[in-house]
């Protein structure tokens, strides 16, 4: 070959003096050219606003269906956990189902946050404030769960490696114990990271204040933000810090969920796909509760032009790859229980497709892998009504995944005297419930105080605020 | 009281040695007199001068000093009495132990009863009595609970009101001498079949004396008709006792000998004994049943043939012609073939080759008639057994006392005719259980004093003018015999809890002894009867026994030509030939009983062994009959497969409900479906739907005595069923029955044991998986359970460092599934009962529970119920893993291992997450979900609104050595570690100082081994290698359920066998769960073919070089 080169007496470099790569114009982040100033208006005025019927009327709504949680766990603990449904051999079941759907949900904020952060993932500003609040909220939700799913609640402390006269530690091979401290520093990080991100908008915030109380809280809160080049930078590298601590987090939190489930040995909860796959799940259901809650907030609050169609677009798209994923891993478990030829195992995923739950999987199966394939449509992902209801059937699914992983092997598992049967009770649902009124009681206040819209960073993303934009 | 520092005695006062407490004292100075004058020093002295100011201020920091610590929140004083004299033996804190007798229908078992500080707690067996090896059965277990019943019979009465002890007393008196003067004319007793040596000399007194009164007797389960045939055949007071020792063929015709049948204590030792086999070469006795409905002796049948009561004579018949009747054949033969015209030629030839086989073992065979079988049956099977020569051998007539008792149906005729103005009604419940068609509540109100001994206030005492409470027979003397006829002590425990008098205390004071207190009653019988003087008296009461006292065999002919005559007029009886035409028949429940154990919760707790029924009784109809009365319809195949043989939706088990109409007489019930029927016996269980009873036994089932005639007591023809559309939930605790093809009871024919004794190790996962334990698979049980092989794994291991390593062999060859061994574990470790609600939801506490499997060789046909089905027992409970799943999920360490290999539960550190129990792959871990010792069990729900604490009768039912467990704990088997640490703890009491403190193999027994007859569980040390326990898992057939799991359980089973007979029609090369193994996987082929090694997949040859070397390198 050399030869040939030779003779031909020319020799083509193998790097190119210049690289000139196509220039793909991206779409603006903040459609209609809207200045700095509108940005701020439209945002703060949110908070500034007088607070509208609907919020009274959801509100109200929401403090209701919080009280059956309120209710339903009062009830649990001064009467048992015998007012679930729950029994021999199915010792988990609602419970611990809604922990890791309220868990899977909370991933997608810090997602956004963290990970498009260091991807440079510019638009995600619109929407991490947002996401990262639902996190946090939907965290609160799924911490009840598991701290109340337990006999003696008041004895739950005894999951702290509390020093006590017993010399007694938990037990640190237990992924129970790996759970509570997964979830209480994905809990803490996602607070400190949104309260962070929220420190320079909550300084505009008291800016336009115009009663004391609200220059006082907001100024407390804004800890004397005023927008010195130093405070921008290191808040900065604090922010970016925050996203580098955070982003082994999203991983870490659903693969340790999953481990709750996968150190096991039943048949159908012990296998190796589990972390990767509850990843995706997660993030596939975070996304969707994302757009379930700012599809509705972008047509109350008129903010098309700050969430746009080019987000509705990656959001979608990030749900068909992780629903993709997920449909591959179920897949997968079928086909590594068949190439493993263990009896149980076959029977596990065979019970799961065709047993007495084969009709939750089904729901699971079309809501989780069919109902996305939808986003593979231009025109479906233009439907904002469409893309909504698609994300409702995520949602569905997603808890349906939970449920068939937790009960179809639970009921199901080695010795079929054991078999049995696992229905809730009228308290199992209204608990559940209950905890989309705690979410959105917290979630509503959340968009009567604060800022919903990180403002500072999407006026960063504007056209204006790029200087050298016409040099591209 | 003098205080401390009181003035000393003055020097004058002293005689002795002089001390001095200080110089001070000494020289008698001024401040020291002032000091030891004063009680409480100068500050006290305040007080004198009180001014209501000063008194407030000291007041106030008085109860602020003492308030500090909260002293003053302390736990409210009570206080423990000492004895002022303690009894005997009492050790605080140790239990003691007296042996008694618990009798039930004429049959007493010789048990040992533990007792706390004076309170029997436990029942355990006799070990001392070796026939029962210390066995004892489900009721009498069961029986402590009764004791401690809250809703026992409290108080005497008349007419509703309530009568001291002291004016029943005056009654009895009265009563006495009215049949004195009237020599006994007017008065009838009605009593209950009893053994008891003491009984039986009142009877004869108070028959002597009175000779006109009416002594009827009356069980609703009769069990005599053995007698009644043998003073046909054989001559008068003679009766059938059976011996399995050496009996090699067994055909069990319409009987349950392991079951409820007199004698099962003795059969179930003897009949598995017979079935011990400890090697391939080991002979096996081989059990033949023929039966209608499905009892615990049909499950171990390894022949079994379904066949409607009816024709159970017949059967029988058709038996006896197949031996060689000798000179009485010409008579006997034509009415053996009138009778036995009625079977089909498939059960013909059914019998034709189970007898052939029996004949093959002359004097070593036994034909065994249910005791509800009639009169003739019985003659029949005496003289197939005599043409056997088993006749002194597996079986013998024995002189029984004569029976003069009237019948129930008598004493109704005499009501009737006037002639009885006062009836004493001493037990039973004839209101509730009597034949139908006498009525016997109408007959009561013709009486015009009926006065009744019962332990509870039932249906028979609401009609009654007196209620006298009968004391317990833990509060009581007696005495009672056998099955063979070994007089037992029965000694009390206890006082009376409520003054209650016993049945021979009542008698005696009728009859005019003159001591009536129950000792010395017993006393003056047991002089006679052997145990002569103070010495052997108390000798007695100490073994509980009396040696020697058994029934006299008596070497009998069985005439031929009695026999003959007594058939001559009988024809074939109907048979019941479809859904228009069922045979209804009655059986007593596994449980319940004939209804006396109503109320106890343990019993009804307890699940039925065949259905698993707990908390009700069902119409239970075969497969088929369920498919013509469309109970399962085609559209309803969804919920209805093989799998579940019942309507299961939600988990929750549905009955259709039917009525039974017999007679015109109606009963209406849930039903269900058990594979095994007969396909037109429908099986009604006596016992339940009794109408006053107490919170327990409220609500339960219906009552099959109403529709039960005196002519139809075991079965009747012509019932019909129809549904009434309606369905009802029923408390089954297990509703899935197939064992699905997998390797967990392991079953072999024993033929093919011979041929290939290392096939335990080809099934299951683990004989075609990489070896779980690496390089360490040659292992023995000791060095396993001391070095603790890692096998590959990567935690480490617990190190079992303690001198004993306990573990369980369980031999499924020998279990028959009694449940003993499951109430004997809630007696034992304070296990709360849940109620019905509850086990419908699945939240049952049982420790130890009795799996049951039905298997018919074909897993994945869910077409249709198969009729005649093999049934797989298997008792589980925790198997103490070494690696325990349970341990490593637990976040608080609340489950963890110690040194001797138990795996332990620390209730206090419990939190409840449950994942424990979610990890356990045999689901023995039990969750209280709600506070069922606390709470009444029909008011769980209402939480804190609900009433609160243990009744205290109740409280004395618990063992003090185990902790009553709350709500939101997790708990399980803990191989009764209480024995387990009291046992050690005598060893080094005993020990001393010489270090011998390893513990004899034996010495501890587990509740659940001391209880069972069969002695199918065996509890020791595995790092012994000469501990029983050890030797039978070094036997071949020893497996672990689930070994593949690498959970190592210390619990292991013996492989069941089935002893086949080639030469039946009903032949079948393999155990249908076997077949149903091999069919269902696709890895294990068909056949037997021998897997390559342990160390390859088997199925995948062209790696096998491969693993074999990772094996190596683990």
Redesign the interface.
């Known amino acids: 070959m050399a030869s040939a080169h030779a003779s031909t007496g020319e020799v083509k470099p193998a790097i190119l003096d210049e690289v000139n790569p196509v220039d793909i114009p991206r779409p603006a982040l903040v459609a209609n050219d809207r200045s700095f100033s509108w940005i701020t208006d439209k945002i703060c005025g949110i908070v500034e606003e007088k607070t509208p019927t609907w919020w009274w009327v959801c509100f109200v709504l929401a403090c209701g269906t919080a009280s059956f949680t309120v209710m339903g766990l009062v009830?649990l603990v001064?009467?048992?956990?015998?007012?679930w449904?729950?029994?021999?051999?199915a010792?988990?079941g609602w419970a611990i189902v809604n922990f890791v759907f309220w868990i899977g949900i909370g991933h997608a904020g810090t997602l956004i946050s963290a990970i498009l952060c260091l991807l440079r993932q510019k638009w995600r500003t619109s929407i991490n404030r947002a996401a990262e609040a639902m996190t946090i909220f939907a965290v609160v939700c799924a911490g009840i769960f598991p701290v109340f799913?337990?006999?003696?609640?008041w004895?739950?402390w005894?999951?702290f490696p509390i020093p006590n006269a017993n010399a007694?530690?938990?037990?640190f091979?237990?992924?129970?114990?790996w759970d509570?401290f997964a979830v209480s520093t994905y809990g803490t990080v996602s607070v400190l990271f949104w309260y962070v991100g929220l420190i320079p908008d909550l300084a505009s915030v008291r800016d336009r204040a115009t009663s004391k109380i609200r220059q006082v809280l907001y100024g407390i809160f804004s800890m004397g933000w005023r927008g010195s080049n130093r405070q921008w930078s290191n808040y900065e590298m604090c922010y970016l810090l925050l996203a580098g601590l955070s982003t082994p987090l999203v991983l870490s939190v659903h693969t340790i969920v999953s481990f709750?489930f996968a150190?096991?040995?039943?048949p159908g909860w012990h296998t190796t796909i589990f972390p990767p796959y509850f990843v995706a799940g997660a993030i596939f259901s975070g996304f969707g509760m994302v757009l379930t809650l700012m599809l509705p907030l972008r047509a109350i609050y008129r903010l098309d032009d700050l969430i746009t169609q080019y987000h509705i677009d990656c959001m979608t798209k990030i749900i068909l790859a992780t629903g993709t994923m997920v449909g591959y891993a179920y897949g997968m478990e079928f086909f590594i229980a068949a190439y493993g030829?263990?009896?149980?195992e076959i029977?596990a995923f065979v019970n799961r497709a065709f047993g007495n739950y084969a009709w939750a999987y089904w729901i699971m199966i079309s809501c989780n892998v069919i109902s996305p394939q939808f986003f593979w449509f231009k025109k479906v992902r233009q439907n904002t009504a469409l893309v909504w209801i698609i994300t409702i059937f995520v949602n569905i699914g997603m808890w349906f995944e939970r449920f068939v992983i937790a009960v179809t092997t639970?009921?199901r598992?080695?010795?079929?005297?054991?078999?049995?049967?696992?229905?809730p009770t009228i308290v199992d649902i209204f608990t559940y419930v209950g905890t989309f009124g705690v979410f959105s009681v917290l979630f509503l206040l959340f968009l009567r105080f604060l800022p919903l819209m990180a403002m500072a960073e999407i006026k960063a993303v504007t056209p204006q605020a790029d200087a050298h934009a016409h040099k591209r | 009281m003098k205080p401390i520092n009181s003035t000393p005695a003055t020097k004058a006062e002293q005689t002795g040695p002089r001390y001095w407490r200080s110089l001070d004292e000494l020289s008698q100075s001024p401040e020291f007199l002032e000091q030891a004058h004063r009680e409480f020093g100068v500050e006290a002295s305040e007080m004198n001068e009180v001014d209501r100011r000063h008194f407030f201020k000291i007041m106030a920091a008085s109860f602020a000093i003492g308030g500090v610590g909260f002293t003053g929140c302390r736990r409210p004083e009570s206080n423990i009495l000492p004895h002022s004299k303690a009894p005997e033996y009492q050790v605080p804190g140790q239990p003691l132990y007296y042996a008694t007798s618990f009798s039930l229908r004429g049959e007493s078992l010789p048990l040992l009863v533990e007792t706390h500080a004076g309170r029997p707690t436990k029942i355990e067996g006799n070990a001392d009595y070796k026939a029962y090896n210390g066995g004892t059965s489900l009721k009498a277990q069961a029986s402590v609970l009764e004791l401690y019943d809250p809703d026992r019979s409290t108080s005497f009465t008349k007419e509703g009101a309530n009568l001291s002890k002291e004016a029943v007393l005056d009654v009895v008196a009265g009563l006495k001498s009215s049949i004195a003067t009237s020599k006994g004319k007017g008065v009838a007793l009605l009593t209950e079949k009893s053994s008891s040596p003491t009984r039986l000399r009142l009877k004869k007194a108070f028959l002597k004396a009175y000779p006109q009164a009416t002594w009827a007797e009356y069980e609703p389960v009769a069990t005599d008709n053995g007698k009644a045939a043998a003073s046909i055949v054989a001559g008068a007071n003679l009766e059938p006792k059976y011996d399995l020792s050496n009996a090699e063929r067994i055909l069990c015709v319409a009987g349950d000998f392991l079951g409820d049948n007199p004698g099962a204590m003795g059969f179930g030792k003897q009949f598995a004994d017979g079935r011990r086999v400890r090697s391939s070469k080991d002979k096996m006795n081989r059990l033949y049943v023929a039966e209608s409905g499905f009892s615990t002796t049909g499950a171990m049948a390894d022949h079994r043939k379904r066949l409607a009561t009816s024709q159970m004579t017949a059967f029988l018949a058709a038996a006896a012609l197949e031996i060689e009747l000798g000179v009485e054949g010409d008579a006997l033969r034509p009415i053996f073939q009138k009778l036995a015209s009625g079977l089909d030629a498939d059960t013909k030839e059914w019998i034709s080759k189970s007898m052939a086989d029996l004949a093959h073992f002359k004097g070593g065979s036994l034909v065994y008639a249910g005791p509800q079988l009639s009169k003739e049956a019985h003659g029949i099977a005496f003289l197939i057994n005599e043409k056997l020569g088993n006749l002194g051998k597996t079986v013998s007539l024995v002189e029984v006392d004569a029976d003069e008792s009237a019948s129930i149906e008598d004493l109704a005729a005499a009501i009737d005719s006037g002639s009885v103005d006062t009836l004493l009604i001493s037990g039973g419940n004839p209101v509730y259980n009597a034949p139908v068609e006498i009525d016997f509540a109408s007959k009561l109100s013709q009486v015009e004093t009926v006065i009744r001994l019962g332990y509870y206030d039932d249906e028979t005492s609401e009609k009654s003018n007196y209620h006298f409470v009968q004391a317990h027979y833990l509060e009581s003397w007696g005495d009672g015999r056998t099955y063979s006829g070994d007089v037992l002590a029965q000694q009390p425990m206890i006082l009376p809890l409520f003054e209650g008098i016993s049945e021979i205390e009542l008698l005696g004071s009728l009859v005019g002894e003159a001591n009536t207190d129950g000792h010395s009653l017993v006393y003056a019988t047991l002089q006679k009867a052997g145990a002569k003087g103070k010495s052997g008296f108390d000798q007695f009461l100490h073994d509980g026994f009396l040696s020697d006292s058994a029934y006299k065999a008596k070497r009998s002919l069985i005439s031929g030509m009695r026999l003959a005559e007594a058939l001559a007029g009988s024809a074939a009886i109907a048979v019941p030939t479809g859904k228009d035409n069922l045979e209804a028949v009655f059986v007593n429940d596994a449980s319940v009983d004939d209804g006396r154990y109503i109320n106890n919760g343990w019993l009804q707790e307890c699940p039925d062994p065949m259905s698993k029924l707990t908390w009700d009784n069902a119409i239970f109809v075969s497969p088929r009959l369920a498919n013509e009365l469309d109970i399962v319809s085609a559209d309803s195949m969804l919920q209805i497969t093989r799998?579940n043989p019942n309507i299961?939706k939600?988990?929750?088990s549905y009955s259709p409900v039917a009525t039974v109409t017999i007679d015109g007489r109606e009963i209406t019930g849930g039903v269900q479906i058990l594979p095994g029927l007969d396909n037109y016996s429908i099986i009604l269980p006596l016992g339940y739907g009794r109408t006053r009873t107490g919170r327990v036994g409220t609500n339960s089932g219906f009552s099959s005595y109403a529709v039960r005639t005196s002519e139809s007591a075991t079965f009747v023809s012509g019932a019909k069923l129809e549904l009434t559309g309606e369905v009802i939930q029923l408390a089954n605790t297990?509703?899935?029955?197939?064992?699905?093809?997998?390797a967990?009871v392991r079953e072999s024919n024993l033929d093919d044991y011979a041929s290939d004794p290392q096939w335990v190790e080809k099934m299951g996962?683990e004989s075609h998986s990489p070896p779980i334990l690496g390089d360490d698979k040659g292992m023995s049980v000791q060095q396993r359970s001391k070095e603790t092989p890692r096998g590959g794994s990567l935690?480490k291991h617990p190190d079992y460092t303690g001198i004993h390593q306990w573990g369980m062999a369980i031999d499924l060859n020998v279990c028959s599934g009694c449940n003993a061994c499951v109430v004997a574990c809630q007696s034992e470790n304070n296990i709360p009962i849940v109620g019905k609600d509850?086990v419908r939801?699945?939240?049952?506490m049982h420790w130890i529970?009795m799996?049951?499997?039905f298997s018919s060789g074909d897993v994945n046909d869910l077409s249709v119920i198969p009729e005649d089905p093999q049934v797989s027992l298997?008792p589980?409970a925790c198997m103490h893993c070494e690696t325990a799943?349970c341990?490593?999920?637990?976040?608080?360490?609340a489950t963890v291992h110690d040194e001797d290999g138990l795996n332990t539960m620390a209730y206090n550190?419990?939190?409840?997450?449950?994942?424990c129990?979610?990890?356990c792959?045999?689901?023995v871990?039990?969750?209280?979900?709600?506070?069922y010792q606390q709470r009444p069990l029909d008011r769980?729900?209402?939480?804190?609104l609900a009433p609160k604490g243990m009744p205290e009768l109740v409280q004395m039912a618990q063992n003090p050595d185990v902790s009553v467990r709350?709500?939101?704990?997790?708990e399980k088997c803990t191989y009764c570690v209480q024995r387990i640490q009291q046992g050690k703890i005598a060893q080094k009491v005993k020990a001393q100082d010489s270090n011998d403190i390893r513990i004899p193999d034996g010495t501890i027994k587990v509740a659940c081994q001391q209880v069972c007859p069969m002695n199918a569980i065996e509890f020791g040390d595995v790092s012994d290698e000469h501990s029983l326990v050890s030797e039978l898992q070094a036997n071949e057939r020893n497996y672990a359920?689930?070994g593949y799991?690498n959970?190592r359980p210390r619990t292991t089973y013996l492989a069941k066998l089935r002893n086949q007979n080639p030469e039946m029609p009903d032949y079948i090369d393999q155990p249908h769960s076997t077949t149903e193994y091999e069919g269902?996987?696709?890895?294990h082929g068909g056949g037997h073919e021998p897997h390559e090694s342990q160390d390859d997949h088997g199925?995948d040859e062209a790696h096998s070089d491969s693993h074999t070397e990772q094996g190596g390198a683990h």
């Open positions: 009830y001064s009467t048992g956990t015998g007012v449904g729950l029994a021999n051999p010792n988990w799913h337990v006999g003696r609640v004895m739950a005894f999951l007694i530690w938990p037990n091979k237990s992924a129970l114990l509570v709750d150190i096991s040995l039943l030829a263990n009896d149980f029977f639970l009921t598992d080695f010795l079929p005297s054991s078999w049995g049967y696992y229905s | 799998k299961v939600d988990g929750r297990q509703e899935h029955w197939s064992m699905e093809g997998r967990i996962m935690y509850q939801r699945g939240r049952e529970r799996d049951r499997y298997q589980i799943p341990e490593t999920v637990c976040p608080v360490n550190r419990c939190i409840g997450t449950r994942y129990a979610n990890n792959p045999y689901k871990r039990r969750f209280n979900f709600m506070d769980l729900y209402e939480g804190p709350m709500r939101g704990v997790m359920v689930l799991t959970t269902d996987s696709p890895h199925h």
